[in-house]
């Protein structure tokens, strides 16, 4: 087992940082999300153009080929971006229920698809279809009020199903999650380090003091670790199947608590701007409490690996 990024692997991440960095800034994702649509319907066609849309579906069915591990790292920098869109609904969630025709649909970015996860479907308003465990459903129903207003939930209206070869990945969508809150975690912790070296008081930064570095140091070893927990339930996925799970359930438990505790102690070390609308920080703090929340909280993860290990 091997975590080291291959070239192409860096290579893939350096290309995603550049293009969701130019393409969605701070100020583009508030303004997105303060929209009524939620986001750029726009950007779909050109996450397809990527590959980004196939990234794990087959080069005969229009996708890149790639593995999980590719997947991830997608994953984590547009957490990182926070970027507000039916991507986490339709590739982590319901991508693996899908025959291969639609498969191919949604890399040639023809077709957006979520799925129903205790009652819940993320990005309901922004999708055609929706995986569910008794088929599939027009995205018909009720969009609920959120705090995190980059990906909304809803409820599924009642109606016939129609079948599907298969059902959500839990495996999967928690892996996703893991990456997700990884990129959260580090970017936070990024805008907390910048401000901590800038800030003066008492004519000294105040990233001199205790109060101000050793939660910094805290957050930094926590991303890390989760870093780490968030890639080995990737690589689980395409090489120990068996393991896939719990490593699954273990990286969404830590990292969703991590990008949690690191948003918190950014708002902290910001002050009194981290706790303003302008500020960015409160939008990647109620993404993180979204992730720590959606398919159970980190507690039901935590027993599904005390219950795996004690089998």
Not at 42 to 49: D, F, I, K, N, V
Not at 176 to 200: D, F, M, P, S, Y
Not at 247 to 264: D, T, Y
């Amino acid at each position: 087992m091997d975590f080291a990024f291959t070239p192409d692997q860096q290579e893939l991440r350096d290309a995603a940082r550049s293009f969701l960095a130019e393409r969605y800034p701070a100020e583009r994702v508030a303004e997105l999300a303060e929209s009524d649509a939620g986001w750029d319907p726009g950007s779909w066609r050109e996450l397809a153009e990527l590959g980004w849309l196939g990234v794990t579906i087959s080069e005969e069915r229009g996708g890149a080929g790639l593995g999980s591990v590719e997947q991830a790292i997608l994953f984590e920098e547009l957490g990182r971006a926070l970027y507000p869109g039916p991507y986490f609904s339709t590739v982590a969630l319901a991508l693996p229920a899908l025959g291969p025709e639609e498969q191919a649909r949604v890399a040639a970015g023809e077709a957006r698809w979520s799925a129903e996860v205790d009652g819940l479907v993320p990005d309901l308003a922004l999708v055609e279809r929706v995986v569910t465990d008794q088929g599939a459903a027009p995205a018909e129903g009720e969009t609920l009020e959120t705090t995190d207003s980059t990906r909304r939930l809803g409820r599924l209206a009642p109606g016939a199903r129609d079948p599907l070869p298969g059902s959500v990945d839990r495996a999967r969508a928690f892996t996703a999650l893991a990456a997700e809150a990884v990129g959260i975690a580090g970017r936070v912790l990024e805008w907390a380090i910048e401000h901590a070296r800038t800030r003066e008081q008492f004519g000294r930064p105040i990233g001199v003091y205790q109060a101000i570095s050793h939660p910094l140091a805290d957050t930094y070893v926590e991303a890390e670790l989760a870093r780490s927990l968030a890639y080995w339930a990737a690589w689980s996925l395409d090489e120990d199947a068996a393991q896939a799970p719990v490593a699954a359930a273990a990286a969404k438990s830590f990292a969703a608590e991590a990008a949690v505790a690191a948003c918190e102690r950014s708002i902290q070390v910001h002050g009194g701007i981290g706790f303003t609308w302008e500020h960015p920080l409160h939008r990647y703090y109620k993404r993180a409490q979204w992730i720590e929340s959606f398919g159970g909280f980190p507690a039901a993860q935590r027993a599904e690996v005390a219950a795996a290990l004690l089998d």
